[in-house]
């Protein structure tokens, strides 16, 4: 019976969970009740037989979820023996004893003192026994028994895996099925219609629609296009109570994608393309690219194209990209501006993957019209060849043109051309290029058996642009002449034994030449002119490139002569034949019976029989050293006689100079002595300066006086002019002296100062021709140079 006014799900349920307690307890009580009565038709025996226990049950039921302040009485245990005086104590144990069920010890009243949720354990085993209060002694054998969780419509429906993704093909007709969902209910499904659940959809309608009893979504509208709207969402709800009023619900969002399908034609964005691309471009290069879009994605926008039509069809190419996207037109042949300028290509754009439920939505291809243009570029020129090849024999005249190249300017300009040689490919420049007409010609003379090939690169080069050079290769092959001797493999040293009789073979000899004539080498042997009669050998052609010597006699002896020279003549047989002639060594052996040598030295026959080969040798050593004694005798006499400068050894001008000190002016009577110049044989006689020695002795006593003819001699300025010509005279009679023209490097001395240079190179002309009267203004210190020069004479009356 329901109280008047509204309740909350939470206070009915909490209502309804007392009343059906109340019931279960006076079920208990009646069973009880029952367990006790005895018939009356028992007999005494029976009654007088022991009874185990008072009382039998197996399970107590309890409602979950109990919300009232007091505990929940859940049943109450009794024994027979209980008479109600407090002898009997009750004990509980087992599942939740203690903690979520409580007994009375006394009166054997259970309850539940936590909350109970069937969700989290549907039901308890508890163990009860009567036990004596003081003596703990137990009174009936412990009992089991299950207290079962009663379940109430506490738990809605949830979607586990919520929310959810989809997808469907568009255009799928009504009752596609989308996907199928399942909400679960924590309630017991054996007990009522807490778990039964019907699905119903909130959201998303007209498009979709769901089973209520399945859950399984399906399309409710057709012809769905996802090039209009792609992606749906979708609320569906699940309810338990079979949907009734009252019931639990719980919700989920389904979020549905239309996949696409090949339901979209492509198309062109333009009828005409309009593309350009520079005549140089090589094979191969892309001219532009195209794309048919189409609405669809992914598989189904897949394109193909082809040329159908054009008369470029055969000069470009089309292919698609990695994406399958583009159409990329390319270069198949060589373009030329000045041949074709332009060209028309019709291209047709078609789906890959066709599908046949919608082919009545097509055609799906599109054709569009490409014009390419050509643009002029300036070309390099163009040989009339890709290469070229040429023979010319070794022996060709210098200057001799054997082949003529020729190139020109593609370009409608057509300017003039100019051939060179490209030096890298002709490291020896052996050839010459005309630099207009391209004739190619000899300037060295050519020799096959030291380069056989020439691979040398022409260039051609316009006139008016530099920069543009065409190049070709030019193979030239020196053709073989025959202009070499044939001479023989090897040096040959042959020997006869001499016991050697007449006809017997001594030497096989074979020849080689450099050449190589066409039909192969072929050799001719034989003795010399001037040994053809020779009496000792003979020669045997074996007309195969080969020749034996032979003995022609006899009887050999070392002691009458050990070494013969034979003469051999070699002729190839080529023109112009050449000919040479090898000289064969044979040596004279002793040799055993078998034809071993034993010995080819004839010393044993001229040495006298008292002179061994060890004194030989000893007095060979000696006249050997003998003779290097004296040559280094001979070398220490050469040496003395022309001893080389050394740096101690210099002029006595240099002397000036290493002193190293200056000047006293008048007063300084031990400074170097000019007179010296005048007279270098009596320099070496002066008076020596006592405070220093100079580092350098004076060459002057080894200088030659030269007579030189002239009034020169008659001055001073001859004898120094006398004494420098005297050291250049010895300076080129002596190899070991130094180069004495580094004089000329004191003519600089003084440049920046007053006196300016002290040189007297340059001082060849007479007094004359230089006035030393300046020689008066510098002062005490140069009153002896200006004496020297004769200006203290002509000036007396400045001193």
């Given amino acids: 019976i329901m109280p008047a006014g509204r309740l909350n799900g939470r206070e009915w349920l909490g209502r309804s969970q007392v009343v059906f307690a109340t019931f279960l307890t006076l079920a208990t009580l009646v069973q009880g009740l029952m367990v006790k009565q005895v018939p009356q038709e028992k007999t005494v025996a029976e009654l007088l037989r022991r009874v185990k226990r008072g009382w039998v049950w197996n399970q107590f039921f309890v409602l979950e979820e109990y919300t009232g302040l007091e505990p929940l009485y859940i049943g109450k245990l009794h024994s027979d023996m209980d008479q109600g005086d407090g002898n009997i104590r009750y004990i509980l144990s087992g599942e939740g004893a203690n903690s979520t069920f409580t007994i009375d010890d006394s009166t054997g009243d259970i309850h539940a003192i936590q909350r109970l949720d069937r969700e989290v354990k549907s039901q308890y085993v508890l163990r009860a026994q009567a036990r004596h209060r003081v003596t703990g002694r137990p009174l009936e054998p412990e009992s089991e028994f299950i207290v079962k969780i009663q379940d109430i419509n506490d738990n809605e429906p949830k979607f586990l895996d919520g929310p959810y993704q989809a997808s469907v093909p568009e255009m799928s007709p009504i009752g596609t099925s989308v996907i199928h969902l399942t909400a679960t209910d924590a309630d017991d499904p054996t007990y009522g219609n807490s778990a039964r659940v019907v699905y119903s959809i909130l959201e998303g309608q007209p498009y979709f629609s769901v089973e209520p009893k399945t859950g399984i979504v ?18 569906i709800q699940a309810k338990d109570m079979g949907g009734q009023m009252g019931g639990l619900a719980g919700t989920t969002t389904v979020n549905i994608t239309l996949s696409d399908v090949n339901d979209n034609p492509p198309k062109f964005a333009q009828k005409l393309y309009q593309m350009s691309v520079p005549e140089s471009a090589p094979v191969g290069s892309v001219v532009g690219r195209i794309r048919a879009k189409d609405r669809d994605e992914g598989a189904n926008a897949e394109m193909t194209y082809r040329i159908i039509d054009g008369d470029g069809r055969d000069t470009f190419d089309i292919t698609t990209d990695p994406t399958n996207l583009f159409g990329i037109i390319t270069i198949k042949k060589t373009l030329d501006f000045e041949s074709k300028r332009s060209y028309t290509l019709k291209v047709e754009g078609s789906n890959r993957h066709l599908d046949p439920r919608y082919l009545n939505k097509g055609p799906f291809s599109d054709i569009t019209i490409v014009h390419v243009s050509v643009e002029d570029v300036d070309e390099a020129p ?4 890709p290469f070229y090849y040429a023979e010319i024999p070794e022996d060709v005249e210098i200057g001799t043109i054997f082949k003529t190249v020729s190139a020109r300017d593609p370009d409608a300009a057509n300017n003039s051309i100019r051939y060179s040689i490209e030096r890298t490919s002709d490291p020896g420049k052996y050839f010459y290029m005309d630099i207009t007409s391209g ?9 096959r058996e030291e380069i056989a090939w020439h691979n040398i690169t022409i ?50 000899v074979t020849a080689t030449d450099p050449d190589e004539p066409t039909g192969g080498q072929h050799f001719y042997y034989s003795l010399a002119p001037e040994a053809a009669s020779n009496p000792n050998f003979t020669l045997r052609d074996n007309q195969d ?34 000919t040479a002639t090898s000289t064969l060594t044979v040596r004279v052996c002793s040799c055993d019976a078998d034809g071993n040598v034993l010995s080819c030295s004839a010393e044993a026959y001229t040495l006298p029989a008292s002179l061994s080969r060890g004194a030989l040798i000893a007095i060979l050593a000696c006249i050997f050293v003998l003779l290097v004694m004296i040559l280094l005798m001979l070398s220490l006499r050469s040496h003395r006689k022309k001893p080389c400068l050394t740096d101690e050894e210099e002029n006595v001008h240099e002397n000036i100079v290493r002193y190293d000190d200056e000047g006293g002016g008048e007063e300084d009577t031990e400074a170097f002595d000019i007179a010296a110049m005048w007279n270098p044989r009596e320099a070496q006689l002066g008076k020596l300066r006592q405070d220093m020695m100079p580092e350098i002795e004076s ?3 080894y200088v030659p006086q030269v007579c030189i003819s002239g009034g020169i001699m008659a001055t001073g300025d001859g004898n120094v002019h006398s004494y420098v010509l005297s050291k250049l005279y010895e300076a080129d009679l002596d190899p070991c002296a130094p180069p004495y023209d580094s004089l000329q490097t004191y003519a600089y001395e003084g440049e920046g100062s007053v006196a300016e240079s002290l040189s007297s190179l340059q001082s060849a002309a007479s007094h004359n021709d230089h006035d030393y009267d300046y020689l008066n203004d510098w002062g005490p210190r140069f009153r002896k140079l200006a004496e020297m020069y004769g200006v203290i004479e002509a000036n007396n009356s400045l001193w």
């Fill in 218 to 235: 399906r399309v409710s509208l057709a012809d769905m296009d996802r090039e209009v709207r792609e992606e749906y969402q979708v609320v």
């Fill in 382 to 385: 163009e040989f009339s060849a």
């Fill in 439 to 447: 004739a190619l010609m000899t300037v060295l003379p050519l020799d």
């Fill in 459 to 508: 260039l051609a080069m316009e006139m008016n642009n530099p920069n543009m050079i065409g190049s070709v290769s030019v193979a030239v092959k020196v053709i073989d002449i025959n202009d070499n001797p044939p001479s023989l493999t090897q040096y040959y040293e042959a020997f006869v034994c001499e016991n050697a009789k007449a006809g017997q073979l001594i030497q096989t």
């Fill in 545 to 578: 490139n080969s020749a034996w010597i032979l003995t022609r006699r006899g009887g050999w002896s070392q002691r009458e002569q050990s070494v013969y020279h034979l003469p051999i003549l070699v002729t190839d047989g080529e023109p112009p034949v050449q």
């Fill in 699 to 701: 060459l002057s006593r």
